[in-house]
């Protein structure tokens, strides 16, 4: 597996590479998660690239940016055991140039839920994902569902600037008593770990809700809200129902429909989804 630190070394590996290539953006501390992303590219594609890089530009002045967990070298092992071909391991001025000064804004899917919560991050996002993806100039590129928004934003920006990237999303990997695998899991006490599935149970009582015709959107919230408080470690943020291509909230759970939510178990934020009545 190519290590790969300059842009010009990435363009130069990319020019070599014959066929189709398939991109996992990722910051590293990688989780089964982000494996199941390389698998799938992989999977579907000739070559596969992956990136390692924590991108200050979306982090708030008041986020973990310095504490974000940095496991680099079980990251390249984990990368080379799965087959991917090279990893571009930048930093951060070989991202961002003196100078720089040019971003990226989704204006609309980018402003509620997390958004509204972490003013600036999907501008960092986006930005990235468009240098990621003019450096690499992949065919697909592989983004986890468990980062809905995130997703709607890049889906956004790739329809409206053109990019010829197909992006492809993958399901939620998930422990056995449901928690999603996040790399943010880490900060988690054992007190904390244990009462954080609680986020799985209250969206699985949602969708269960759903399935059985309930479609009043504020029904759906205060039942998932209800199972949210009944762990006391946990201090929700927001429970949505929203379209998921522009997390507009809905009224009626009516057609694809996103419920996501976000709590604080201690000093840690999780997120979490399921998308009801469709993919
Ligand atoms: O999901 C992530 O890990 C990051 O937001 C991404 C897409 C790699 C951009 O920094």
């Known amino acids: ?20 290539v398939g991109l996992v953006p990722t910051m590293g501390a990688l989780h089964a998660g982000h494996l199941s992303l390389v698998a799938r590219a992989r999977g579907e594609n000739d070559r596969t690239f992956a990136s390692i890089f924590v991108n200050p530009a979306q982090f708030g002045p008041n986020e ?5 967990p ?9 990368l080379e055991s799965l087959g991917v071909d090279a990893v571009w391991t930048p930093s951060p001025a070989d991202v961002y140039p003196p100078g720089f000064q040019t971003f990226v804004n989704v204006d609309e ?6 958004g509204a919560r972490r003013p600036g991050h999907f501008r960092g996002v986006a930005t990235v994902v468009a240098k990621l993806f003019n450096v690499f100039r992949p065919d697909r590129a592989y983004f986890g569902q468990k980062d809905a928004q995130q997703v709607a934003v890049v889906r956004r920006m790739v329809a409206d ?16 008593d449901g ?19 609680v986020i799985f149970r209250a969206l699985e009582a949602g969708r269960l809700a759903f399935e059985k015709g309930q479609r009043d959107a504020n029904s759906l919230r205060r039942l998932v ?28 759970a009516e057609g694809p429909t996103l419920l996501s939510l976000a709590a604080r178990v201690g000093r840690t934020r999780l997120i979490d989804n399921v998308l009801l009545g469709g993919t």
């Open 179 to 197: 928690l999603a695998l996040s790399s943010r899991n880490a900060y988690l006490s054992s007190d904390e770990r244990r009462s954080a599935p």
């Open 70 to 78: 940095r496991t680099p070298e079980s990251d390249l092992r984990l």
């Open 109 to 114: 899917v980018s402003a509620p839920l997390e």
């Open 225 to 252: 809200s209800e199972v949210l408080a009944t762990e006391p470690l946990l201090e929700e943020d927001y429970v949505s129902i929203a379209d998921p291509d522009t997390l507009a909230e809905r009224t009626f």
């Open 161 to 176: 600037l053109s990019f010829p990237v197909d992006v492809v999303v993958c399901p939620i990997v998930r422990e056995a």
């Open 1 to 20: 597996m190519k290590i790969l630190r300059t842009v010009d070394d990435v363009r130069s590996f990319r020019e070599g590479a014959r066929g189709s």
């Open 64 to 68: 973990d940016l310095a504490a974000y």
